[in-house]
């Protein structure tokens, strides 16, 4: 058994949908990245990649390649599952954590389970999305930004 670790961090800013766990949540801003900036589904990835020691989601999927430009941040998941299962690993479960000031996460997280439970291929039941607040300190506490944790343990399939 493996554990991995992830973090991520995006800008609010203007002009931007709002994209969490593959969900578009309506709000006046969204997260600033390359990517669909997904800080949920970034942290995730990073987490499983964590776990076998293959480096960073900006190491597979580096900022500089067009190819990665607003891509939806699931089809990455979805190759990081491939390369966890190529490894010949299962993920066992997912505990994370949305920090948000606003706005109020909690009617979206089963859609967000649904999601990611769907593309790695693991019962929904595996994935915990807690969403929090920073009670108004910090930069999410200010709204300028979210960021969201994760943990994961994966296992070896046996042979």
């Known amino acids: 058994?493996?554990?991995?670790?992830?973090y991520d961090v995006h800008a609010l800013v203007e002009?931007?949908?709002l994209i969490l766990g593959g969900v578009e949540i309506e709000h006046e801003k969204g997260l600033l990245g390359?990517?669909?900036?997904?800080?949920?589904?970034?942290?995730?990835?990073?987490?499983?990649?964590?776990?076998?020691?293959?480096r960073d989601i900006g190491y597979h999927f580096p900022d500089t390649e067009s190819e990665y430009k607003d891509i939806?941040?699931?089809?990455?998941?979805?190759?990081?599952?491939?390369?966890?299962h190529n490894r010949g690993y299962r993920i066992i479960n997912i505990d994370s954590t949305i920090t948000a000031q606003r706005p109020k996460l909690s009617p979206y997280i089963d859609e967000m389970r649904e999601n990611v439970s769907r593309v790695l291929k693991i019962d929904r039941d595996l994935v915990s999305i807690k969403p929090t607040t920073?009670?108004?300190?910090?930069?999410?506490?200010?709204?300028?930004?979210?960021?969201?944790?994760?943990?994961?343990?994966?296992?070896?399939?046996?042979?």
Do not use: P, Q, W
């Open 1 to 6: 058994m493996r554990i991995g670790n992830g």
């Open 134 to 159: 920073t009670e108004k300190l910090g930069f999410v506490g200010r709204e300028e930004g979210m960021e969201a944790y994760c943990v994961c343990l994966v296992e070896e399939i046996e042979k």
């Open 15 to 17: 002009g931007r949908k």
């Open 34 to 54: 390359h990517s669909d900036a997904d800080v949920l589904v970034h942290a995730i990835m990073d987490a499983l990649l964590g776990a076998l020691a293959l």
């Open 72 to 84: 939806n941040s699931l089809l990455l998941l979805e190759k990081v599952s491939e390369l966890i």
